[in-house]
């Protein structure tokens, strides 16, 4: 049963526009969600998190939303840069103490093209 | 500042051959310790979890055994490999905060 869903495997966006990258997820539980940037052959680096109790979160050219009702958040990059293609997970953290533990969505490849 | 170390970067291995990976935290104390698996074409799967020395979590059955010898130091184990067992190994860690930190990842090839 995956709980964290990115039905969208790839995404194709023109240099200096906006990539929007799309989570969906199934537990209401969930209290705090993350986006992290993969690059091929290195460890996944934290880009952007959200607590459930917002709605919005803002770093620079990007920005998380989360819909809460709908269960579904979404990471826009404004503009987007060729140095972001990259694979983007969507994470989610479950209501529970000490362990920390995350749920991974599969990953949304995004190419940005100069 | 924290910094996270594993190695080997590769490895290629035979069928029913062992497995050692390990993983070194610096700069930080008491951290839990993730092993994940990104095999190809799919996302990170959590293996194992450490809150502290001794202390390892299962999230799925496996011919994998994890173990922290040390506070800082977090190893994942096979007597012997599968294929199913080729993949990207990350280990990461966290403290106080649900931001988890990854390594550079071991490339592993059983063959």
């Known amino acids: 049963d995956q709980q964290v869903k990115q039905n969208s495997p790839s995404l194709s966006v023109q240099e200096g526009r906006i990539s929007i990258l799309n989570c969906d997820y199934t537990?209401?539980?969930?209290?705090?969600f993350l986006w992290y940037k993969k690059y091929p052959a290195e460890g996944p680096t934290f880009l952007i998190s959200?607590?459930?109790?917002?709605d919005k979160n803002e770093d620079g050219r990007f920005t998380v939303f989360l819909n809460k009702s709908a269960k579904h958040l979404s990471l826009h990059i404004v503009p987007s840069q060729p140095g972001d293609s990259a694979v983007y997970f969507c994470a989610a953290r479950p209501p529970q103490g000490g362990s920390e533990k995350l749920v991974f969505g599969k990953g949304t490849k995004l190419t940005v093209n100069p | 500042s924290q910094t996270i170390h594993q190695w080997p970067a590769t490895l290629v291995q035979p069928v029913g051959s062992p497995l050692s990976l390990e993983c070194t935290v610096e700069?930080?104390?008491?951290?839990?310790l993730y092993w994940y698996r990104q095999a190809a074409g799919r996302g990170l799967q959590l293996l194992f979890y450490?809150?502290?020395?001794?202390?390892i979590s299962s999230e799925v059955p496996q011919n994998l055994s994890a173990s922290r010898p040390q506070d800082r130091q977090f190893i994942l184990s096979s007597k012997k490999l599968l294929l199913s067992d080729s993949g990207f190994y990350l280990c990461?860690?966290?403290?106080?905060?649900?931001?988890?930190?990854f390594g550079p990842g071991t490339r592993l090839t059983v063959t």
């Open positions: 537990n209401s539980m969930f209290d705090y």
């Open positions: 450490s809150v502290g020395i001794g202390q």
């Open positions: 990461a860690w966290t403290r106080g905060s649900s931001e988890q930190y």
């Open positions: 959200i607590s459930s109790i917002k």
């Open positions: 700069g930080t104390s008491n951290p839990n």
